[in-house]
């Protein structure tokens, strides 16, 4: 059982660059969510899914994209990577929209030169 | 809006000593509450929760947690550490009605533990 799989796990990108971190759950869960974890910080909530194609913003949304094609997978863009976005990236995954445990990915060590 | 604060940013306890992490949280009713551990390198994994009913939660690993009402606490707590205990801790609060899933972290707590 894979449970909530995220690629890549390092990744080192230029300024402008754009990119898409992949992630996939095989439980099928509703809720789906992205984080990110800067020292100091904990995580922050940038976007989540209550279902297939249905998207919000969470706390730090600028400067990612996201959309929900289907229920297993959440895929978080960014469209002109900058600096600032230099973060671990969490993907979390539960079963419904109510308060649910959430199961979390591995996480993707981003670096933005 | 919701908040968390971890006020411990590092702790350093020696292998079969207690532990006391401390949680506080500040939200309008009562919350969803929530520790998570991160080993090196890894995700988070889920600890133990709290919904309601009984304060004093039984969580993995032999950790347990109680809820203070009246001290918007929720602080972690292990009888006798153990070397592989070593990682960073999360708090985390969630809203009661509506909000879906969404959770708020603290900004966790480092534990070191000496051998």
């Given amino acids: ?113 | 809006a919701q908040s968390v604060t971890q006020p411990d940013i590092h702790i350093t306890v020696s292998e079969g000593a207690s532990l006391e992490l401390r949680c506080n949280y500040s939200y309008g009713a009562t919350p969803y509450l929530f520790w998570y551990v991160q080993s090196p390198g890894q995700g988070l994994q889920l600890l133990l929760k709290y919904f309601s009913g009984d304060t004093l939660v039984q969580g993995i690993k032999g950790f347990e947690a109680e809820f203070k009402r009246s001290q918007s606490s929720f602080n972690l707590r292990k009888p006798s550490v153990h070397w592989s205990d070593a990682a960073e801790y999360f708090c985390a609060v969630g809203p009661f009605t509506g909000g879906g899933n969404k959770l708020t972290f603290g900004t966790g707590t480092q534990l070191k533990v000496e051998l």
């Fill in chain 1, 1 to 113: 059982n894979a449970g909530v799989t995220q690629t890549p796990k390092f990744q080192v990108l230029k300024t402008g660059q754009s990119m898409t971190l992949q992630c996939a759950q095989d439980m099928n869960h509703e809720y789906m969510s992205w984080y990110r974890q800067d020292p100091g910080m904990g995580l922050r909530l940038i976007h989540y899914s209550v279902g297939a194609g249905i998207t919000d913003q969470g706390e730090v949304p600028n400067g990612y994209n996201v959309s929900r094609s289907t229920t297993e997978d959440f895929p978080l863009r960014l469209l002109s990577a900058a600096p600032s976005q230099t973060s671990v990236y969490f993907c979390a995954s539960s079963p419904g929209t109510g308060m649910n445990i959430q199961y979390f990915g591995a996480g993707t060590r981003l670096s933005v030169l």
